[in-house]
């Protein structure tokens, strides 16, 4: 009996949650429509810090940031609403957008045939929508089986035992990519440059030599940290050291 009260107090506690988070989100898009952009960004940060996001979330507050001319702010929540979703086309369309307000323009070192398949294609789902896909898969590769294990017409056996196969290759194929993206996004981490101004220092030293010079919005990828600074690399290949102050780690959580 104990336990069962406790599971109550527990769905009615969630309950009540949700009820808040669904209230402050209305109020945000409220105060959005009507032009107070620096009171939605107030109550969606609210929800965002409170760990109950999505992909609108982030999405909206990009928005927010982005009628206030907050270039670092904006572009980073749109790639948040990216990494939740990747077919997230608003969020990417707005981002394009919110990329020509930053300063720097920054030329992209050549890629390989693959290499472009594998950003315009495979990375287009995240890890966890390929694992779904091999669930998927598996699933069928196990219902095609049993059909053909059960079947008697030859036919109609030959035409399951193919489907097996193709569901198995598939599946395989799929588990693969799952497992090639899960290592790539665990080892690869991002940040947005959130500092107006930043000089990017040679080595992790204050009195160290200027680098190059870095704006609000920029996208770097962090390949090190030393006490308070981190490596960092753009996508041309240069690579330096900055204040970890001047950045924000693009995660979800």
Do not use: C
Not at 96 to 105: C, E, G, T, V, Y
Not at 144 to 157: D, G
């Amino acid at each position: 009996m104990k336990k069962i009260l406790l599971l109550l107090a527990f769905f009615t506690v969630n309950g009540l949650f949700s009820q808040d988070f669904d209230k402050l989100f209305s109020e945000a898009k409220n105060f959005y429509k009507n032009g107070n952009y620096e009171n939605a960004i107030e109550l969606y940060e609210q929800i965002a810090v409170s760990g109950n996001v999505s992909t609108e979330l982030f999405y909206n507050l990009g928005n927010s940031y982005y009628k206030i001319n907050k270039v670092g702010p904006s572009i980073y929540n749109y790639e948040k609403a990216l990494l939740l979703d990747p077919l997230n086309e608003d969020a990417e369309n707005n981002l394009i957008f919110a990329k020509r307000l930053s300063l720097d323009r920054i030329e992209e070192l050549p890629k390989s045939a693959l290499q472009k398949f594998n950003e315009n294609y495979i990375s287009k789902l995240h890890y966890n929508q390929w694992a779904t896909l091999s669930v998927v898969l598996s699933l069928l590769a196990a219902l095609f089986f049993l059909l053909y294990y059960f079947s008697h017409s030859p036919s109609i056996k030959r035409l399951f035992f193919t489907s097996t196969v193709i569901s198995v290759l598939l599946l395989v194929t799929s588990l693969s990519i799952t497992v090639n993206q899960y290592g790539v996004d665990s080892r690869k981490v991002e940040a947005i440059i959130y500092a107006t101004e930043v000089s990017v220092k040679n080595e992790p030293t204050k009195s160290a030599e200027e680098a190059f010079i870095l704006h609000e919005g920029t996208k770097v990828i962090v390949l090190d940290q030393v006490d308070d600074w981190k490596k960092i690399k753009l996508v041309d290949g240069k690579i330096g050291w900055l204040k970890e102050q001047d950045i924000n780690i693009l995660n979800v959580f």
